[in-house]
T-cell receptor
Framework: QKEVEQNSGPLSVPEGAIASLNCTYS??????FFWYRQYSGKSPELIMF????GDKEDGRFTAQLNKASQYVSLLIRDSQPSDSATYLC??????????FGTGTRLLVSP | DTGVSQDPRHKITKRGQNVTFRCDPI?????LYWYRQTLGQGPEFLTY????????KSRLLSDRFSAERPKGSFSTLEIQRTEQGDSAMYLC?????????????FGDGTRLSIL
């Protein structure tokens, strides 16, 4: 079992729709959770981070964490074509290093 | 606030050559990380520094790899006797100190191609 799992996609949504990206993790001791956006050929860019169960909102982005289910998600409201990218879920298990999933490719069509 | 800076952006070299990459973290960040990313995969952790101390190394970091962070500022990652499998994007990240994992901010990466 991989430590951090994501559906590779692509996830296709029309412009203006809500995109829902999901991630599960295996280490129950995981303490902090991050979403990065990565455009093709570029480096990861931090989008959101969350430490506590529940929702955390920042603009069009909402991160959701459920530690009991070992599940973290990212919602993107009013999706734009510029949101088309690979979204990486990363988990910090308490040893400073991040463990990344393989990413979900999001395609937003005009 | 300048971000994480990496140099060079691209490196093409022949198999067997040595290469060295440099990373300058965000100035107030004393945690520095190196990751490696291959096509279709997420970044994989290589090593971590707190100030000048190298506190963790992945088993991915074979004896051909060495990283330093003298004086706790910039860091270098050297690969000796490069192999085809070393071709990847090498990413540096930095973060602040914190009880919980602080967000790590990545540089633009160094793309290494081994001929």
């Amino acid at each position: 079992q991989k430590e951090v799992e994501q559906n590779s996609g692509p996830l296709s949504v029309p412009e203006g729709a809500i995109a829902s990206l999901n991630c599960t993790y295996s280490d129950r001791g995981s303490q902090s959770f991050f979403w990065y956006r990565q455009y093709s050929g570029k480096s990861p860019e931090l989008i959101m981070f969350i430490y506590s169960n529940g929702d955390k909102e920042d603009g069009r982005f909402t991160a959701q964490l459920n530690k009991a289910s070992q599940y973290v998600s990212l919602l993107i409201r009013d999706s734009q074509p510029s949101d088309s990218a690979t979204y990486l879920c990363a988990v910090n298990t308490g040893f400073q290093k991040l463990v990344f999933g393989t990413g979900t490719r999001l395609l937003v069509s005009p | 606030d300048t971000g994480v800076s990496q140099d060079p952006r691209h490196k093409i070299t022949k198999r067997g050559q040595n290469v060295t990459f440099r990373c300058d973290p965000i100035s107030e960040h004393n945690h520095l990380y190196w990751y490696r990313q291959t096509l279709g995969q997420g970044p994989e952790f290589l090593t971590y520094f707190q100030n000048e101390a190298q506190l963790e190394k992945s088993r991915l970091l074979s004896d051909r790899f060495s990283a330093e962070r003298p004086k706790g500022s910039f860091s270098t990652l050297e690969i000796q006797r490069t192999e085809q499998g070393d071709s990847a994007m090498y990413l540096c990240a930095s973060s602040l100190v914190g009880a919980l994992g602080q967000p790590q901010h990545f540089g633009d990466g160094t793309r290494l191609s081994i001929l």
